[in-house]
Structures are given as structure tokens and as C-alpha cells.
């Protein structure tokens, strides 16, 4: 039953589309009637041919519109690039500028720390990675990586004779930390070492320190971080600091009026160890200031010029 109806609908559309229209074209001027007969299946070829025709065209519109937006869009963001590559360019160019002035102060620095007579040696070309070099062949990447990829050569050198300066300079940081070198105190003076008058009027003796005169309770200062060894009384020094340092040296502070530190206590460069005075065998308030190398005496007057 269902087949029948479905043939018998079928047989009513196929009588229904060729039923015959007529189409007639009238002229105003009574010339010859034109007319002509059409199915109803080719109107509706016509019609939906028509409809396709308008929707393509709709649609090819719709996407000539979308392309040139993107186009636009694109030559948008090409002129942003050519603006950033020209500021890399100029960014490029300074930098290099800045590396060529860097240049001569580092080989400077390099020289003066380490020594060496050739400072070329520390502007070697790094090693070459070929993965890396092929692929930037590849891309045909702009002249300025190329420049880039110097900079940075350049820089890692740099920053590779930074840090042997750097090791010198902390080096040379603890020798002068542990080295004395500068004025245990304010004042003048007065007495240098070696041989001289003796002050007591008993003709000449040697003298195994430099005197620096200065008011009463003026601080003194010691001269190089080291260890105390000693601190109280001591015959004619009276109150004497003994502070061992490294490198094998030993200072000496006498004639204190007043000791600020005590036996086994770690001082560093410039902390106060006591204050001016004349005790023991002295003629006047001052400080009696001694060097010694392995036990001996040296004269204290070429450390006490700052060296750091």
C-alpha cells in the first residue's frame, strides 16, 4: 500500500511538472503576438539556477571582502615589522657602538689584573654551533642576527674577563683587608722609626714604631683585620694591643690610656682597639705604633698610606 501511494504521488508530480504554461509577449505596436509554451519543471530550473547563481555570487562578494580586510591586516602588521626591525636595526647599531667603547677598558682591566700581554686573546670566537648556523641559512634570517651573534660573543667574554677580575679583585680585597695599611689614629708624627734621640735624654736608641701624638682618649684604630693576641699591661709600652694579622703580620698599640678590646678577639680594619694615652714610658699622649714581620720589627711608615 505504502508503495502504491508513493507511485501514485510520484506519477502526480511528474503530470503536475509538465503541465505546459504559455508565455505570450504583447507589443503596443499590434505587430505579431510572440508567444511560447514552458513546463513547469524548466521554470523551476530557471528559478532555482537562479537562486544558486545570487548565493554564489553573495558568497564570492562575502569572501572578497573577508580576503581584502586580510590583506589590509597584513600590510599592517608588515609595516609594524618593518618599524620594529628598524628599531632593532638602530638598537642593534648602538649596541655595537657601545661594545666598541667597552672594548679597550675591559683589555685594560684584564691587562692590570692578570698581567698578561695579550689582551686580544680574551675577544677569541667562541665555538660554532653548526645545527644553529644551518638553520639560520635556512631562514635567510636578516644581516643583523649576525651582528647580534657577535654582540653576544663579545658580551660572554666580557662577562668571562668580569669574573677573573673579579677573583683578583677579592683577592686583592683580602690581602689589603689583612695587610696593615693606613693611620692607627688622628694626630701627628712624632717620632719616626729607627735610630734618634733618645726623649728620656740618655743619648740614642732605636726606635721600633712611629709616634703619632694626638689628645687624650683620641680612638685608635686597627690598621688590618687580624686576631688579639694581647691586651694589658706591658712594662714601658704600659697599655699595649698586639693584633696578629695574616700574611705574618703583627701590629703593636702602646701608651693607652684605655684598652676597647680583650685577648682572642677578632677585629676588623678600622674597628676602635683603645684610646690615647701615656702610659708606660712616655713623655706625652700619643701612640706608640709598630709593625713587625715574623717577630722583627719593620718601619710601619710605607704601610700607612691606604692602598684600598
Not at 666598541?100 to 698581567?115: H, N, R
Not at 680585597?173 to 734621640?197: C, D, E, Y
Not at 689628645?215 to 693584633?243: C, E, L, Q
Amino acid at each position: 500500500m505504502f508503495s502504491r501511494k508513493l507511485i501514485k504521488r510520484w506519477e502526480a508530480f511528474l503530470r503536475k511538472g509538465h503541465e505546459k504554461m504559455t508565455i505570450m509577449f504583447i507589443p503596443h505596436n499590434e505587430k505579431k503576438i510572440f508567444n511560447f509554451q514552458i513546463s513547469k519543471f524548466i521554470i523551476s530550473f530557471f528559478i532555482i539556477l537562479f537562486f544558486i547563481v545570487v548565493s554564489a555570487s553573495l558568497m564570492a562578494f562575502i569572501k572578497h571582502n573577508q580576503i581584502k580586510n586580510e590583506e589590509k591586516e597584513s600590510i599592517k602588521k608588515y609595516n609594524n615589522v618593518r618599524a620594529q626591525l628598524h628599531k632593532f636595526q638602530e638598537l642593534s647599531s648602538e649596541i655595537e657602538s657601545l661594545m666598541d667603547d667597552i672594548k679597550p677598558q675591559v683589555e685594560k682591566i684584564y691587562t692590570l689584573s692578570t698581567g698578561t700581554d695579550d689582551p686580544e686573546s680574551i675577544w677569541l670566537t667562541l665555538p660554532v654551533d653548526p645545527e644553529e648556523q644551518t638553520s639560520l641559512k635556512n631562514q635567510h634570517v636578516p644581516s643583523q642576527i649576525e651582528d647580534l651573534k657577535e654582540i653576544r660573543k663579545n658580551l660572554s667574554n666580557a662577562a668571562n674577563t668580569m669574573k677573573t677580575v673579579k677573583v683578583f679583585l677579592d683577592e686583592r680585597r683580602k690581602v689589603a683587608n689583612g695587610t696593615p695599611s693606613m693611620f692607627p689614629n688622628n694626630g701627628h708624627i712624632t717620632s719616626l722609626f729607627g735610630w734618634r734621640r733618645s726623649p728620656f735624654g740618655f743619648g740614642r736608641d732605636f726606635h721600633y714604631g712611629i709616634d703619632i701624638a694626638a689628645d687624650h682618649g683620641t680612638p685608635i684604630k686597627a690598621t688590618a683585620k687580624g686576631i688579639v693576641v694581647f691586651a694589658g699591661w706591658s712594662g714601658g709600652y704600659g697599655n699595649m694591643i698586639r693584633v696578629k694579622h695574616d700574611y705574618g703580620y703583627e701590629t703593636i698599640y702602646a701608651h693607652c690610656s684605655r684598652l676597647n678590646v680583650s685577648k682572642d678577639q677578632t677585629v676588623e680594619r678600622g674597628d676602635v682597639v683603645g684610646f690615647v694615652g701615656q702610659t708606660g714610658s712616655s713623655t706625652g699622649n700619643h701612640c706608640h705604633y709598630e709593625i713587625r714581620m715574623s717577630n722583627t720589627a719593620v718601619n710601619p711608615y710605607p704601610y700607612m698610606s691606604p692602598v684600598w
